[in-house]
């Protein structure tokens, strides 16, 4: 049983605080009687757990400064303590896991209002949980592990390095150090079957002979114990690419409609903007429904969207200089920045459009003649035909309901700029062909312009909305991840062990040291090394 001061006790009442919190925020659209009492029992218990740690944490840290006699010792030892690292630990755990995974960061104080409610989104807000891995706290907590890793390995390595390095690990297995090593007693045919056995399982011997005696000492693995040590680094390493993210890392929103080019993304809640050192061209956007991935589809899912993707361009300082497809789960990389398919829709504008140009006089006379040409026009785009400039001034995406029209119902109606002979022309283009001769007649202004635009297919702009991440101590952190694998290799992987022989005749004394599985190391080589001998005597 946990007592109610123990750390032990207010690490399960903090787990258990965090998961009924959570589960009521995120997992219960209205927390009902139940949850509350049971939310009320472990505020109770968090509370209790709490102010039990803080006065035994208080009482032990008043011990410890008695003992030690000066702050300088005091702040040492605190800052090498197991249970600072597992406290930080659980505070860092409980916050990554709130900004990766249930509270999306970085959007506006009115779409958490939208997704959580106003209580909610103000408390996300006062708490700087809508951008959890930079804010001050996350930032401290880094660094205070960061803090207690170092002084944790400064304080232990010293001793660890002796033993495993120092001149003191080669020992004679004397006399008087038999009570504290502990040997057995075997028997052995030669102080050469001793050696060759110990060389075969891997072992460096070292041979000293004195007054008839002969003293054997075996090791391997020393540079295990260095194995920790090279993690504590590698986390370390990691801690200051994380770091280096958390302070000059960005990450923000970068809409570009389709056919354009963007090099300014807005970051934050506050939409401050910010200067990419390249600019993003959108050559196309594609949606791709169910339908289109599979034809066999059921006809009630074929036309729902599946994913969408972009095809882009980079565009650093006027040269092309990467190219791709940016599509939902699958981000595009250029250098250290990261492009994410986050978002798309409609920006009111044309991709393309076709235009049918009718000589008026013509469709009176000669109806067969009349149509003069045809053409594409684009929102941003000037097109040439004859002695006319044309380029598309105004569009309604849907002329009967405009807001359906942002939703892709579409009846579309635009608006072209002519300019003929210094002349501009405002034309009127409807979807429905009775419509567009009606709006025409309508207006007097064009009654001397001798022609008349007809619609012929009409695809809406859409924008693309990329997420773009700047993490400018990536290649730190890859450098830690590196050496945190070998670290970890060397430490679990290979076993620092010792052996100490003395022979006298056909007896031997053997001692034992394992840095882990000692007791199985120990029966292992008892075993072995009789069955070497049973054998040869044989």
């Known amino acids: 049983m946990f007592k109610v001061q123990s750390f032990g006790f207010f690490v399960i009442s903090l787990l258990l605080f965090s998961g009924v919190s959570i589960y009521g925020l995120f997992h219960m659209e209205e927390p009902n009687a139940l949850f509350w009492a049971v939310w009320a029992v472990s505020s109770l218990t968090f509370a209790v757990g709490t102010l039990g740690f ?6 032990e840290l008043i011990k410890d400064y008695r003992r030690h006699g000066n702050l300088w010792s005091f702040l040492y030892d605190f800052f090498a303590s197991l249970k600072l690292a597992i406290f930080v630990m659980l505070l860092l755990g409980v916050f990554s896991m709130l900004g990766s995974t249930y509270i999306q960061q970085n959007l506006t104080f009115q779409e958490y209002v939208d997704k959580f409610g106003v209580e909610k989104a103000v408390w996300f807000w006062k708490l700087w949980l809508n951008d959890v891995f930079h804010s001050w706290y996350y930032i401290a907590l880094i660094v205070l592990l960061a803090v207690n890793l170092t002084v944790c390995s400064i304080k232990r390595l010293p001793r660890i390095w002796r033993q495993t390095f120092g001149s003191e690990r080669v020992l004679k297995l004397t006399e008087q150090r038999e009570k504290h090593l502990k040997p057995i007693t075997l028997k052995v045919k030669s102080k050469e079957e001793v050696i060759h056995f110990l060389a075969k399982k891997g072992f460096k011997v070292f041979m000293e002979e004195e007054e008839g005696k002969t003293y054997l ?33 960005v990450r923000g929103t970068l809409p570009v409609a389709e056919g354009s080019a963007e090099d300014v993304m807005y970051v934050g809640a506050e939409g401050k903007p910010y200067q990419l050192p390249f600019a993003v061209h959108l050559l196309d956007f594609r949606i791709k429904t169910y339908g289109d991935e599979n034809p066999n589809v059921r006809e009630d899912i074929a036309m729902a969207v599946s994913s969408y993707e972009s095809d882009i361009e980079i565009i650093k300082e006027g040269e092309k200089v990467a190219k791709g497809t940016v599509k939902v789960n699958e981000p595009f990389d250029y250098g250290r920045y990261r492009l994410f398919q986050a978002s798309y829709g409609l920006t009111g504008g044309v991709k393309s459009m ?51 029209g942002m939703n892709g119902e579409l009846a579309p109606a635009v608006v072209v700029k002519v300019l003929k002979n210094r002349k501009s022309y405002n034309v009127p283009v409807v979807y429905d062909p009775q419509l567009n001769v009606l709006v025409y007649g309508e207006m ?74 000692k007791e199985e190391f120990k029966r292992s080589f008892i075993r072995e090394l009789e069955e070497i001998h049973s054998s040869r005597e044989q």
């Open 54 to 59: 803080l006065y035994a944490g208080l009482r």
């Open 217 to 249: 000492f075996a090791e391997k693995g020393k540079y295990s114990r260095l194995g920790v040590y090279i993690v504590h680094i590698a986390l370390l390493v990691i801690m200051g690419g994380a770091l280096i993210d958390a302070i000059f890392g």
């Open 444 to 517: 007097e202004d064009l009654k001397d312009f001798p022609y008349v635009f007809f619609m012929d297919g009409f695809e809406p702009q859409f924008y693309s909305g990329f997420q773009v991440s700047y993490h400018p101590g990536t290649w730190v952190i890859w450098v830690g991840s590196i050496f945190l694998v070998l670290g970890m290799a060397l430490a679990f992987y290979t076993i620092h062990r010792k052996v100490w022989v003395r022979i006298e005749g056909d007896t031997a004394k053997v001692a034992f040291y394992s840095h882990k599985f």
């Open 354 to 404: 076709g235009l049918v140009i009718v000589d008026k006089e013509l469709a009176e006379k000669e109806p067969d003649r009349a149509v003069v040409g045809t053409l594409e026009l684009g929102s941003g785009k000037v097109e040439e035909f004859k002695d006319m400039l044309l380029s598309i001034d105004r569009v309604v995406l849907n002329i009967h309901n405009p807001d359906a």
